[in-house]
């Protein structure tokens, strides 16, 4: 089951974070999401999204690397905290961590269908 984490900041000490994450917790696997739009056309933040998956896995050794369509998700995670009582001010704070959980249950749900 997929459970939230603080969403890490995009600055310098980014991939710094991560392979600590990584050694601290024993991570083997991380889920990068691929921001698509919904006619299935790639923009400016799939290409971003493109050069953090690159960055991780040459940075990260221990631990698999993959990307994944997290399309919606957003949509789906502001649903999820309205319905769970979060205010719409609250909700700032926690969507994206909210929007990661849920791409990452998608991801691992993908798995148990193959």
Do not use: C
């Not at 739009?37 to 953090?52: F, N």
């Not at 399309?71 to 905290?81: M, Y």
């Not at 979060?86 to 691992?108: G, K, P």
Request: hydrophobic residues 40%.
């Amino acid at each position: 089951m997929a459970f939230p984490r603080p969403a890490l900041s995009v600055d310098e000490s980014l991939m710094g974070k991560i392979a600590q994450l990584v050694d601290d917790e024993a991570v083997v696997l991380i889920v990068v999401g691929r921001p698509i739009s919904l006619a299935g056309e790639e923009t400016a933040s799939t290409e971003e999204a493109d050069e953090l998956y690159r960055a991780i896995r040459e940075r990260v050794h221990h631990a698999t690397v993959v990307q994944w369509d997290e399309r919606l998700t957003t949509v789906e995670a502001q649903r999820s905290l309205s319905r769970a009582g979060v205010n719409e001010r609250n909700q700032r704070s926690r969507i994206d961590s909210a929007a990661a959980v849920i791409m990452l249950q998608h991801y691992l749900d993908g798995l148990s269908t193959d």
